[in-house]
Structure formats: structure tokens, C-alpha cells
């Protein structure tokens, strides 16, 4: 079946604009996660969901960050006033219960310049 | 707080020869261990993970780890390498609690695997 899909696969902005970058789950799917990988690093995790409510947000860095996953499938990470510090790789991951123990299955992740 | 630290950031090795990876974290409670794959322009895909039970954990494409708990350890092993087995490793660790579906991950081993 089809794995975690992200949308666009690059993004170019300038420093100070505005970004959105979305993540397709494994259907059927409860759990989605973001994490940012910066070059020569490991994932960071930043967010995760259990169904539509962020279950731990600690990982956000300041607040020019926010995620939501309205319906519990879909999710948007929204970048306000782009900092070139942003530019990373951003990834996403779904599991089927959220729970310890569960697979996070990973998307091919989204690549943010900021310019 | 959890952290993982994977000792060597390239390893590289002739074919067919045996290779360890060497991962160490740092987690004051009950852990769950995870080791990941990231092939050039893929996304990171789940190697093995320990849950609890036998500390030797199989996985797949002939790779092992064994949980050492003594020596807060989680090394990857595997006996023979394939040029197919070049890419980046990453090890992880889930400590629960407040950060229950929340991923802490190491910094990555990249191996070469030389003809």
C-alpha cells in the first residue's frame, strides 16, 4: 500500500515568508509525527498527534512553529517568519496506535531553504 | 532527558566483512530501542527494534542488535555486508513517559561499504 507521502519535496523561500508543509499518513493511521533534520544530524523530534490533538509539542521550537491535523489524517507544519536557521530537512511519520512499541513508518521528507 | 550517542560517524568496510555500529543512550527509566535506515534520497525505514524479552533482536537484511542494559548499549551487527548495505544508520531511543510516542535519535553512522 501507499507509505507516507510529503508535499512539496523542496521548498525555497525567502528569509521572513510564510510556509506550509504537508504530510499524507499511512491510512488507517492514528498517530502522526514531525521531526526536522538538520545536515550531519538525526531526526529532532518536534511534534505528535493522536488523532486530531497534539499529544506532546514539546519538541517546537518557539512559536513561529504550529501543526494541526484537523480530521486525524492530513497534517500541515506551519512555519511563520522564516529564519535561514529553519532550513532543514522535515520529516514525517505515522503509526498505527501511537503507541511505545509502534513502527513509525517515515515519509521522504520535505527539504526547507530559507534563503 | 534521554539522549543516544552513535561513537563513529563513518564507518567504512570492504565487502563482505563483518561490521558493528555502536550505539549508547542515556535514559534513567525503561527504554524501547530502535535502529533505522536511510538509503541516499530514501526515507528512514525500521531496521530492528527491542521491545523486552531476548536482548539479541533480529531484523531485517541480516542485521542484528543486542540490548546490553548494563552498558546502556543497543550495537548493530551484521556478519557479511553487501555494497547495497551503503547508507546512513540512525539509532533510537523511546524513554516514554511525558514523551510517550516522542523518538530521541542519534546523530547517524554512515557506513561504506567498499567493493
Known amino acids: 500500500g501507499a507509505g507516507v507521502s510529503q508535499t512539496p519535496s523542496n521548498k525555497v523561500t525567502e528569509k521572513g515568508k510564510y510556509v506550509e508543509l504537508r504530510c499524507d499518513p499511512i491510512?488507517?493511521?492514528?498517530?502522526l509525527y514531525w521531526y526536522r533534520q538538520s545536515l550531519g544530524q538525526g531526526p529532532e523530534f518536534l511534534i505528535y498527534?493522536?488523532?486530531?490533538?497534539?499529544?506532546?509539542d514539546s519538541g517546537l521550537p518557539n512559536d513561529r512553529f504550529f501543526a494541526v491535523r484537523p480530521e486525524g489524517s492530513v497534517s500541515t507544519l506551519k512555519i511563520q517568519r522564516t529564519e535561514r536557521g529553519d532550513s532543514a530537512v522535515y520529516l514525517c511519520?505515522?503509526?498505527?496506535?501511537?503507541?511505545?512499541?509502534?513502527?513509525?513508518?517515515f515519509g521522504p521528507g520535505t527539504r526547507l531553504t530559507v534563503l | 532527558a534521554q539522549s543516544v550517542t552513535q561513537l563513529d560517524s563513518q564507518v567504512p568496510v570492504f565487502e563482505e566483512a563483518p561490521v558493528e555500529l555502536r550505539c549508547n543512550y542515556s535514559?534513567?527509566?525503561?527504554?524501547?530501542l530502535f535502529w533505522y535506515v536511510q538509503y541516499p534520497n530514501q526515507g528512514l525505514q525500521l531496521l530492528l527494534k527491542?521491545?523486552?524479552?531476548?536482548?539479541l533482536v533480529k531484523g531485517i537484511n541480516g542485521f542484528e542488535a543486542e540490548f546490553n542494559k548494563s552498558q546502556t548499549s543497543f550495537h548493530l551487527r551484521k556478519p557479511s555486508v553487501h555494497i547495497s548495505d551503503t547508507a546512513e544508520y540512525f539509532c533510537?531511543?523511546?524513554?516514554?513517559?511525558?514523551?510517550?510516542?516522542?523518538?530521541?535519535f542519534g546523530q547517524g553512522t554512515i557506513l561504506t561499504v567498499h567493493p
Open positions: 535514559s534513567s527509566v525503561s527504554v524501547y
Open positions: 527491542y521491545l523486552s524479552g531476548s536482548t
Open positions: 511519520a505515522s503509526s498505527l496506535q501511537g503507541t511505545r512499541s509502534d513502527t513509525q513508518y
Open positions: 533510537a531511543v523511546n524513554a516514554g513517559g511525558t514523551s510517550y510516542g516522542k523518538l530521541t
Open positions: 491510512s488507517g493511521h492514528t498517530a
Open positions: 498527534f493522536q488523532g486530531t490533538g497534539a499529544a506532546d
